[in-house]
């Protein structure tokens, strides 16, 4: 029964990724309906404060693929953030869809100088973590758009975000990924800030864009 049981949720899992993908986003409604969005992610350096003070992440540029599923892990509780939470629950499917394809269209050209040699010990840590094995070979190109992008993204952000799948049993907080779970958890905190500072200092194609109301 149990086996039963397991397997109709994974179909069902499977039937709603598929239906997912069947949605083509409209950057142009996306950019319309993006008030619940820039009054944090439209303001350059803005800082959130939970669970503890960051800068919230650039989504302009963005895979739009990651976004989806992004929105779609905070209304499902696998992210935990409540007001993440409630904003992706107020989103439709189409909703989503539209607002990943406005901020993927966002972004702006990827910075000409080539990525920073990194010092040995970070070396040595983004090979023990696989890190480029999702993320891509300079953090800007994952091999696959559900993956994010992590060059040049805010080094604070970045290791509150790596923190998190470290967390269980929380209802506030914490990130459920089983892969990204299982990576972090080698690495102590002070290797994760190593990590996101050298990330954080790389060249992207992310940015928070202004938006004319808050300039």
């Known amino acids: 029964m149990k086996t039963a049981l397991t397997l109709l949720i994974a179909l069902s899992g499977l039937t709603v990724a598929a239906q997912a993908q069947d949605i083509k986003g409209d950057a142009a409604r996306g950019a319309k309906i993006n008030a619940s969005c820039i009054g944090c992610h439209g303001i350059p350096g803005y800082q959130s404060s939970f669970p503890e003070v ?32 409630a904003i992706a629950s107020s989103l439709s499917e189409q909703d989503i869809a539209d607002l990943a394809a406005y901020y993927a269209a966002d972004g702006g050209p990827a910075g000409s100088a080539g990525a920073a040699t990194p010092p040995p010990e970070v070396a040595a840590l983004l090979t023990k973590g696989a890190c480029a094995s999702c993320h891509g070979a300079d953090f800007n190109k994952p091999i696959d758009g559900s993956y994010p992008k992590i060059a040049g993204q805010y080094p604070d952000y970045l290791y509150s975000a790596l923190k998190s799948y470290k967390i269980e049993g929380s209802n506030q907080v ?22 996101a500072n050298y990330l954080g200092s790389l060249p992207s194609d992310m940015r928070t864009v202004a938006q004319s109301r808050f300039r």
């Open 54 to 85: 960051h800068r919230v992440p650039m989504i302009s540029g963005q895979n739009d693929k990651y976004i989806i599923g992004a929105l779609n892990a905070y209304k499902r509780g696998e992210r935990k953030h409540g007001t993440m939470r």
């Open 174 to 195: 914490g990130r459920g990924n089983a892969i990204m779970s299982a990576q972090v958890k080698q690495f102590s905190n002070k290797e994760l800030k190593m990590l």
